[in-house]
């Protein structure tokens, strides 16, 4: 099984190698460098290890939620790639690939996601896969979903940038907090080659992302009244 994994949904730009269980990694913090990066790293990959896209069984990418250029940009490189050699693409969740970096069992994710509202989403570990308490939303911090029983893991910028009213709201369900935590292209490989497994790849054309929301900024009077 050879899989490449891209995620540029956050500042955070990655990609990753899947061959047969080993997975090679390049990574940076892109600012608004994504475009410029991602084929670089992509190169460097598939030369490391003697391959061209043609070899690649599929292709997997960030799908968001997410920076709507980053997204975009992710999409753009993964369509033009796996059309170009007619494979098939896996799209995987950002928040979903949070809770798979993280090693816990039980994941809150929560990303800032500008405008005073988060990305949210909540996991819990069912055998080797996840189960969502939480499918992904957009909220308020202070409106975010509540958790059921105690021992979770908070990550994810919004901890960062709410996080007095996102542990406010939580209360005592949250055990740990990892604020520095964001989506990669080598959690989203793992998650990516289960899917392919489960015949749950697309067609290139199928490659887009998941917003949650279609506004990128407030209006001058909306930032006033908030």
Request: with cysteine; proline share 4%.
């Amino acid at each position: 099984m050879k899989l490449l994994a891209l995620d540029t949904s956050t500042e955070h730009c990655s990609a990753a190698l899947w061959t047969d269980g080993e997975v090679q990694v390049r990574e940076s913090v892109a600012g608004q460098r994504h475009s410029s990066l991602l084929l670089g790293m992509i190169d460097e990959l598939l030369k490391g290890q003697g391959l061209n896209v043609r070899q690649l069984d599929a292709i997997a990418f960030g799908e968001g939620p997410g920076s709507f250029t980053g997204l975009r940009i992710a999409c753009g490189v993964v369509q033009g790639l796996a059309f170009a050699a007619d494979l098939p693409v896996i799209g995987v969740g950002t928040l979903l690939a949070m809770a798979e970096g993280s090693r816990s069992d039980r994941v809150v994710c929560c990303v800032d996601a500008r405008m005073r509202e988060i990305y949210h989403a909540a996991y819990e570990r069912c055998g080797g896969d996840w189960c969502a308490v939480h499918e992904p939303s957009v909220c308020a911090p202070a409106a975010a979903p509540t958790l059921p029983a105690q021992g979770w893991l908070g990550c994810g910028s919004g901890f960062s940038a709410y996080g007095e009213t996102l542990l406010q709201r939580y209360g005592d369900r949250i055990a740990e907090v990892d604020a520095e935590r964001y989506p990669h292209a080598r959690d989203i490989a793992s998650l990516a080659v289960l899917r392919f497994k489960a015949g749950n790849a697309v067609g290139a054309d199928q490659a887009v992302p998941v917003y949650l929301r279609d506004k990128v900024a407030l209006r001058t009077d909306e930032r006033t009244n908030r």
